[in-house]
């Protein structure tokens, strides 16, 4: 499968933990997006990089959250300190070129804070 | 500030008759418009996309959307709907370095 891929699938944390997840975008695909959905809402942007570059960062996008994507491949979203309104699904999508195009997204890996 | 409104948060239809979904978003200029689909378990699928030239998009599973300057909107269309087609249904604008989904149309297909 040469899909968008999350991992993990699913996880499940104390508050006050911090939580790693790795998306790995389709090969070549120049822009990484990742996205936050709660139940019954639509996927809300956190940020977006061009190759290794971040590019944009949403104001929900706290100082606990940070995002990396050193080599241009893979991308890494760390939250620091989790709290319970942090539970929800983080999506990672990919596109193939500059500007607002297709976005193919992930499976989303889906966050419960106990 | 920009916003993209669905403002149907459920609708059923019975299998067979016409669909159309509501979008209107809010923005200085023309954006990038999207449809999304999202069906349970799985991840989230373009239908169609508009940047510019012919207002009327054709999209994949039979779906078209017609771009309204005047209205702001860009409402999703259907002649005949399938049970296939229940699912969860975003419009998306891309404006300047954002991206922003509506809340969503969840469309229920009945036989």
């Known amino acids: 499968d040469t899909g968008v891929s999350q991992d993990p699938r699913h996880k499940i944390t104390k508050r006050g933990q911090n939580v790693t997840f790795r998306c790995d975008p389709i090969s070549e695909h120049n822009r990484l997006y990742w996205y936050r959905q709660t139940l019954g809402q639509g996927p809300e942007f956190l940020t977006y990089f061009q190759n290794e570059a971040q590019l944009e960062k949403s104001r929900l996008l706290s100082d606990r959250f940070s995002a990396e994507r050193p080599k241009g491949s893979f991308s890494t979203l760390e939250i620091q300190r989790t709290e319970q309104g942090d539970s929800a699904m983080y999506l990672c999508?990919?596109?193939?070129?500059?500007?607002?195009?297709?976005?193919?997204f992930g499976p989303g890996t889906r966050l419960t804070v106990l | 500030a920009q916003s993209v409104t669905q403002p149907d948060i459920h609708i059923t239809v019975s299998e067979g008759a016409s669909l159309e979904l509501r979008c209107n978003y809010s923005?200085?200029?023309?954006?990038?418009l999207f449809w999304y689909v999202q069906s349970p378990g799985q991840g989230l699928q373009l239908l169609l996309k508009?940047?510019?030239?012919?207002?009327l998009v054709q999209g994949i599973k039979g779906f078209e959307a017609e771009f309204k300057r005047s209205q702001s909107s860009f409402n999703l269309r259907k002649p005949s709907v399938h049970w296939s087609d229940a699912a969860e249904y975003f419009c998306a604008v891309g404006a300047g370095n954002q991206f922003y989904f509506g809340t969503g149309t969840s469309l229920t297909v009945i036989p």
């Open positions: 999508a990919s596109s193939p070129r500059q500007g607002w195009d297709e976005q193919f």
């Open positions: 923005y200085g200029a023309t954006p990038y």
């Open positions: 508009y940047f510019s030239g012919d207002t």
